[in-house]
């Protein structure tokens, strides 16, 4: 994993541009600490942070080739998990290696193949492709937007960048937000519009997407979506094809020429992930798997039962820790740490998020990388599954509304009145969930219920995914330390996209279908458990911190959130909390999480200069 910048121009000499390349690659050091480079000519510049995980000696960026009297160069963020049979394939079709990294592969791939190398791919990536023959920059990104790609457009300049503090280090790139701004911040976030990058005229490549910028200009293109199709396979034949397509996905995901460890919290999903990969180990090495797993000082103390979050992890994490003789680690952050490192947590996403549950990953990370380069991780089993308790919500089902994110109003009561106007976010949010699920890939003649199925299914992979995916991504690439997903492998979310509801929740359980399909790869309890994500603070120094640090910013006139906040508003909800009736956002995050992320978004204005207009 790594980070990749650069930017092409037609109207101006790039070539001796190695400064202002050189301070947007600097600000990507934390994604890529092992190695830099660049790499200039007259109408473009491209730029690369190397964290090294595959061939530590040969897979040096941005990698230069030269086929049929052109030179192609590449930077590249992400990984293969089919680079053999790529490479088997182009080597017969004549083209020589040099090394043993997936960068060359994926190279050679282009040149064979052009765009049409993104439909063979099995992997995360974004990544992009100068072409001097035709003076073309190429820039793609994987099917379900794992690894990031953020662009914009200055004149006749594309500036693009693994993320927007890439950009905003170009002196053309201005940080600035308009309501569209506002509206995603206070309507949607921590979520994000597909394709949107918040910042004013700043945009992201959306995922399974490709762009081509040459000077005749540009041309984005979608190179995968979901098809819809009846499911014919019997329930046995399911589950059997889930569980190939589950423990092949684990097992192509754990090569790596460095440390690799699996997050475990005694999950279906994880758990899953982690006997697959132990039982892997054991057999190819002989090694036990490093395991990790992640809670909150005194938690043990303070645990609260809800039904988003029934039962404590650290039971079921001893359980399957012992099941696949793990080496096993436990890490945690107390209330100091996740609300001190609020602020590094937006430095890291270059914009505010989930809160403490950003806070917590990321200090999780650097502590995980200190023994470890590379990680495997439970995410996407939810959204492609149905694992959410609003996939089970009749409430849900009928409303058309984000089911994780329902609050609209009271996010529009934190506003100052004009600003609310001026931002609307009813309006905008509405727009937003109407434009997704009128993309949903429709099966014809699916009868209604099924159809609505699609849709929800539709939003949790584009928005609630991509939010998390997001999260894991940054908090952790922060660190230096890659997040492999594996149920993100496209096959398996291919097939299980067309099983029907009664399958996937079979049993009236989430996730059923997954369940079935690991009997006798997991304990009968564990298959058993009912799902529980994420954890968070259950310790009430949180909310006390959180809310003396909000107190003091609206007491600062200093303070830019002023600028948005209705303070009168928002200090009689910290007075009188009436916890919004329902989560924030998502399952976990409520009222402290409310104040920690109004605190973010004050350091989020502050500290990256945002001009309001």
Same mark, same amino acid.
């Given at each position: 994993?790594?980070?990749?910048?650069?930017?092409?121009?037609?109207?101006?000499d790039l070539?001796?541009?190695?400064?202002?390349?050189?301070?947007?690659?600097?600000?990507?050091?934390?994604?890529?600490?092992?190695?830099?480079g660049?790499?200039?000519?007259?109408?473009?510049?491209?730029?690369?942070?190397?964290?090294?995980?595959?061939?530590?000696?040969?897979?040096?960026?941005?990698?230069i080739?030269?086929?049929?009297?052109?030179?192609y160069?590449?930077t590249?963020?992400?990984?293969l998990?089919?680079?053999?049979?790529?490479?088997?394939?182009?080597?017969?079709?004549?083209?020589?290696?040099?090394?043993?990294?997936?960068?060359?592969?994926?190279?050679a791939?282009?040149?064979?193949?052009?765009?049409?190398?993104?439909?063979?791919?099995?992997?995360?990536?974004?990544?992009?492709v100068?072409?001097?023959?035709?003076?073309?920059?190429?820039?793609?990104?994987?099917?379900?937007?794992?690894?990031?790609?953020?662009? &914009?457009?200055?004149?006749?300049?594309?500036?693009?960048?693994?993320?927007?503090?890439?950009?905003?280090?170009?002196?053309?790139?201005?940080?600035v937000?308009?309501?569209?701004?506002v509206?995603?911040?206070?309507?949607?976030?921590?979520?994000?519009?597909?394709?949107?990058?918040?910042?004013?005229?700043?945009?992201e490549?959306?995922?399974?997407h490709?762009?081509?910028?040459?000077?005749?200009?540009?041309?984005?293109?979608?190179?995968?979506?979901?098809?819809?199709e009846?499911? &014919?396979d019997?329930?046995?034949?399911?589950a059997?094809?889930?569980?190939?397509?589950?423990?092949d996905?684990?097992?192509?995901q754990?090569?790596?020429?460095?440390?690799?460890?699996a997050?475990?919290?005694?999950?279906?999903?994880?758990?899953?992930?982690t006997a697959?990969?132990?039982?892997?180990y054991?057999?190819?090495?002989?090694?036990?798997i490093?395991?990790?797993?992640?809670?909150?000082?005194?938690?043990?103390?303070?645990?609260?039962?809800?039904?988003f979050?029934?039962?404590?992890?650290?039971?079921?994490?001893?359980?399957?820790?012992?099941?696949v003789?793990?080496?096993h680690?436990?890490?945690?952050?107390?209330?100091?740490?996740?609300t001190?490192?609020?602020?590094?947590?937006v430095?890291?996403?270059?914009?505010?998020?989930?809160?403490?549950?950003?806070?917590?990953?990321?200090?999780?990370?650097?502590?995980v990388?200190?023994?470890?380069?590379?990680?495997i991780?439970?995410?996407?089993?939810?959204?492609?599954?149905?694992?959410?308790?609003?996939?089970?919500?009749?409430?849900?089902?009928?409303?058309?509304?984000?089911?994780?994110?329902?609050?609209?109003e009271e996010?529009s009561?934190?506003?100052?009145p004009?600003?609310?106007?001026?931002?609307?976010?009813?309006?905008?949010?509405?727009r937003?969930?109407?434009?997704?699920?009128?993309?949903?890939?429709?099966?014809?003649?699916?009868n209604?219920?099924?159809?609505?199925?699609?849709?929800?299914?539709?939003?949790?992979?584009?928005?609630?995914?991509?939010?998390?995916?997001?999260?894991?991504?940054?908090?952790?690439m922060?660190?230096?330390?890659?997040?492999?997903?594996?149920?993100?492998?496209?096959?398996?979310?291919?097939y299980?996209?067309?099983?029907?509801?009664?399958?996937?929740?079979?049993?009236?359980?989430e996730?059923g279908?997954?369940?079935l399909?690991?009997?006798?790869?997991?304990?009968?309890?564990?298959?058993?458990?009912?799902?529980?994500?994420?954890?968070?603070?259950?310790?009430?120094?949180?909310?006390?911190?959180?809310?003396?640090?909000?107190?003091?910013?609206?007491?600062?006139?200093?303070s830019?959130?002023?600028?948005?906040?209705?303070? &009168?508003?928002?200090?009689?909800?910290?007075?009188?909390?009436?916890?919004?009736?329902?989560?924030?956002?998502?399952?976990?995050?409520?009222?402290p999480?409310?104040?920690a992320y109004?605190?973010?978004?004050?350091?989020w204005?502050?500290?990256?200069?945002?001009?309001?207009?």
């Open positions: 994993m790594c980070g990749i910048v650069g930017y092409s121009d037609f109207e101006n070539s001796n541009e190695h400064e202002i390349l050189g301070a947007m690659n600097e600000t990507l050091t934390r994604r890529g600490p092992d190695a830099s660049l790499w200039l000519c007259r109408e473009a510049a491209i730029g690369h942070r190397r964290l090294a995980v595959v061939d530590v000696e040969g897979g040096v960026q941005p990698m080739k030269n086929a049929g009297g052109c030179q160069v590449i590249y963020n992400g990984e998990y089919n680079t053999k049979e790529l490479k088997y394939e182009l080597e017969h079709m004549g083209h020589v290696f040099s090394t043993e990294s997936d960068t060359e592969v994926l190279l791939s282009y040149i064979q193949w052009g765009e049409g190398c993104l439909s063979r791919l099995n992997g995360i990536f974004a990544f992009g100068w072409s001097d023959k035709d003076k073309t920059l190429f820039l793609a990104r994987d099917r379900f937007g794992v690894k990031p790609l953020f662009y &914009t457009r200055r004149g006749g300049k594309l500036i693009f960048g693994s993320e927007i503090k890439a950009l905003l280090a170009h002196p053309s790139v201005d940080a937000i308009d309501k569209n701004g509206a995603e911040v206070f309507g949607l976030g921590p979520a994000r519009t597909p394709g949107v990058g918040v910042f004013k005229d700043i945009y490549l959306k995922p399974a490709f762009m081509r910028f040459h000077s005749g200009g540009m041309a984005i293109r979608r190179y995968w979506e979901f098809v819809s009846e499911h &014919t019997n329930l046995a034949n399911t059997e094809k889930v569980r190939y397509l589950v423990r996905a684990i097992t192509r754990l090569v790596a020429d460095v440390p690799l460890c997050f475990l919290s005694g999950g279906l999903d994880s758990s899953a992930i697959i990969a132990a039982g892997q054991a057999f190819e090495r002989g090694e036990r490093d395991t990790y797993s992640f809670d909150y000082k005194d938690n043990d103390k303070f645990f609260k039962r809800s039904s979050q029934p039962d404590a992890d650290k039971r079921w994490v001893d359980r399957v820790s012992a099941d003789s793990s080496r680690r436990y890490l945690i952050a107390d209330t100091d740490i996740i001190d490192t609020l602020s590094d947590a430095t890291a996403r270059d914009l505010p998020g989930m809160a403490d549950i950003d806070s917590s990953l990321l200090y999780y990370c650097s502590q990388k200190k023994r470890h380069t590379v990680a991780s439970g995410e996407c089993a939810d959204e492609i599954f149905g694992g959410y308790p609003w996939f089970h919500s009749q409430k849900a089902f009928e409303t058309a509304a984000f089911p994780w994110s329902r609050a609209i996010r009561r934190l506003l100052k004009d600003m609310a106007f001026y931002a609307d976010l009813e309006g905008y949010v509405g937003r969930y109407t434009e997704t699920v009128e993309k949903t890939p429709a099966l014809k003649g699916e209604a219920y099924e159809a609505r199925r699609r849709e929800l299914f539709y939003l949790n992979i584009t928005w609630f995914m991509a939010q998390l995916l997001e999260r894991k991504d940054r908090m952790s922060a660190s230096g330390l890659e997040v492999r997903v594996p149920y993100c492998d496209h096959r398996l979310a291919e299980v996209w067309n099983i029907p509801w009664n399958m996937k929740a079979l049993g009236g359980r996730k279908i997954l369940r399909a690991l009997k006798g790869i997991l304990p009968d309890d564990v298959i058993a458990r009912k799902k529980s994500p994420y954890p968070k603070t259950h310790n009430p120094n949180f909310e006390i911190k959180v809310k003396e640090i909000l107190h003091e910013i609206l007491n600062d006139y200093s830019p959130v002023l600028e948005l906040l209705d303070k &009168t508003y928002v200090e009689e909800l910290m007075t009188h909390p009436s916890d919004l009736g329902v989560p924030f956002f998502g399952q976990l995050m409520s009222m999480q409310l104040y109004l605190i973010q978004v004050n350091f204005l502050k500290n990256y200069k945002i001009s309001i207009r």
